[in-house]
């Protein structure tokens, strides 16, 4: 059995140039064949299982050779499996892509080819110059400029015509080749004045731009340590940047934000910090680990019919509830008879997507005001939750006691354990060491919970190293856990909501 192979271009880096089809490729790999240009945050959307193999490390003096990387493509394919290549940009720009291809081909192995937004002209927008303009320039010319070590002029490339075309050139791999370009292009008659823009990271957060002229461009880029990847840009788009850029103009630009996670909310903060120019860095404090094979609830869910109320507390709860009864062949009508009780918004809207609408749900998302809401159903005569109702609670392990003592009081609680929060501890190294490095422009805590969570997780004695970073705070409740840890807000959000937390970083 032969597999397939896909040669995905992976855009210039800004997470969201992918294509598609690229993703689609993504999700369905069982290898996924990478180098450096490609946004490594990818490799989160792969399924599990998924092999991951980098064949590019800038600072790896083992880079894979290009015949290796082509013959680890074709055994893995021919061993079955959807491998996707994923290229920085688009696989043909550069990439080497024609001679991955080739080899498939030749070894009677499918692929395709997925393209991609090319560095050289996403990169070059993200920079705030278009490739082509009808006041400056009709054409445009991508060259390598990874020309002969020997010095001796690449034959290939024609410096004449390329310097009268009047077309914008776009150099890539061209950084050392520098000085060599801009003698080519003005001993070949192109104006010493013609802009230079050197655009490094091109759509990362870590994006930086310097400009020059071809006749100091590489002193300046000496001087500003231009270093790879760069693209190399020559002519007067250059000069459209200032009315054009509109990336590095974004609020959060260049900042770099550590997302302490602990629920899913969070990747609402994730997603705007993004497409506000910002680089995320998430940090999980603690993750779900569900009851394995769960006899107990499989018990309860075969005798639902003595229940007269579901009381579910969590997102994560209504998961594995709603799971279970799928696994046992059931579905929501085995709760037809069954008053259905949500503690929140976010718990009801999980019960929502799994075909029901919640009965009762309190206003404020806390044990004590789900108690008030079933308390008064007891004074309603019509309607009262009497000592025979048999309650049935699924939650995590180690929850609060109020809820359950207090409803036992009044009727019948059944009280299963589902699931229990444990520290993740799988980020703990990235999060000390980005602590450490001090190149985190702001670290946000979303809850009281995560504050404490995440001291725990990098270790009391790790604690100090926080007050190098502006902390953000969600609201006062949070505040206070913070300041409880001898630690200092930067700020706290006006309104108690990840938007307004955005908002006062924005600021
Ligand atoms: N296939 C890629 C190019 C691969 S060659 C594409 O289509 O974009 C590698 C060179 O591309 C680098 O040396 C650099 O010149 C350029 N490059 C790729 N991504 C870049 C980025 N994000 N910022 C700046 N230059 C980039």
Same mark, same amino acid.
């Given at each position: 059995m032969k597999g397939k192979v896909y040669l995905v271009?992976?855009?210039?880096?800004?997470?969201?140039?992918?294509?598609l089809k690229g993703l689609e490729c993504i999700r369905k790999a069982d290898v996924i064949v990478y180098d450096?240009?490609?946004?490594?945050?990818?490799?989160?959307?792969?399924? %599990?299982?998924c092999e991951f193999i980098n064949v590019?490390? /800038?600072?790896?003096?083992?880079?894979?050779p290009q015949d290796q990387i082509n013959r680890l493509i074709a055994d893995k394919a021919l061993e079955g499996k959807i491998v996707t290549r994923l290229k920085g940009g688009d696989p043909y720009v550069f990439g080497r892509g024609g001679e991955e291809g080739e080899l498939l081909k030749a070894e009677g192995i499918e692929f395709e080819v997925v393209p991609g937004v090319t560095s050289a002209i996403g990169g070059l927008c993200y920079a705030g110059?278009?490739?082509?303009?009808?006041?400056?320039?009709?054409s445009f010319h991508v060259i390598t400029g990874h020309l002969r070590k020997d010095g001796?002029?690449?034959?290939?490339?024609n410096w004449n015509a390329l310097a009268n075309m009047k077309g914008t050139l776009v150099f890539l791999m061209g950084v050392s080749n520098l000085k060599n370009i801009s003698e080519n292009l003005i001993k070949e008659?192109?104006? %010493?004045?013609t802009p230079v823009a050197f655009v490094s990271w /091109?759509?990362?957060?870590?994006q930086r731009v310097v400009t020059a002229t071809l006749e100091d461009a590489y002193e300046v880029a000496i001087r500003e340590e231009v270093k790879p990847p760069t693209l190399i840009v020559v002519g007067t788009?250059?000069?459209l940047r200032d009315t054009l850029n509109f990336f590095e103009k974004k609020?959060?630009?260049?900042k770099s934000i550590m997302v302490t996670r602990?629920?899913?909310?969070?990747s609402k903060l994730v997603e705007r910090i993004m497409d506000l120019g910002g680089n995320p860095i998430e940090i999980p404090t603690i993750k779900i680990e569900k009851v394995q094979d769960n006899k107990e609830l499989e018990n309860e869910i075969k005798n639902?019919?003595?229940?007269t109320y579901l009381v579910l507390t969590s997102k994560n709860g209504v998961d594995i509830f709603f799971d279970k009864l799928d696994e046992m062949?059931?579905?929501?009508?085995?709760?037809?008879n069954i008053k259905v009780c949500s503690i929140g918004a976010t718990t009801s809207k999980a019960i929502i997507r799994r075909g029901i609408k919640p009965d009762i749900q309190p206003e404020k998302a806390v044990g004590e005001s789900l108690y008030d809401e079933l308390k008064d159903i007891v004074n309603k005569e019509d309607n009262v939750l009497k000592a025979t109702d048999k309650v049935l609670i699924p939650r995590a392990k180690n929850a609060r006691e109020f809820l359950v003592k207090k409803l036992n009081e009044i009727s019948n609680v059944t009280e299963v354990v589902t699931y229990e929060s444990v520290m993740d501890d799988s980020k703990k190294e990235e999060a000390i060491n980005a602590l450490e490095e001090g190149n985190l422009d702001y670290i946000t805590f979303a809850s009281s919970s995560t504050v404490t969570n995440f001291i725990n997780l990098i270790g009391e004695e790790n604690?100090?190293?926080?007050?190098n970073t502006k902390i953000i705070s969600i609201g006062k409740i949070t505040t206070k856990t913070i300041l409880d840890n001898g630690l200092e807000v930067y700020k706290e959000s006006e309104k108690a909501s990840i938007e307004s937390m955005i908002e006062a970083m924005s600021e």
């Open positions: 271009g992976a855009g210039p880096g800004d997470y969201k140039l992918l294509t450096r240009l490609a946004n490594i945050n990818y490799l989160k959307e792969a399924k %599990k299982g590019g490390k /800038a600072s790896s003096h083992h880079l894979l110059i278009p490739i082509t303009h009808r006041d400056h320039a009709s001796k002029e690449n034959p290939e490339i008659g192109m104006s %010493k004045d /091109a759509t990362r957060y870590n788009v250059v000069n609020p959060l630009f260049g602990s629920r899913s909310q969070n639902l019919k003595d229940y062949g059931l579905d929501c009508r085995a709760l037809a604690k100090d190293k926080l007050s």
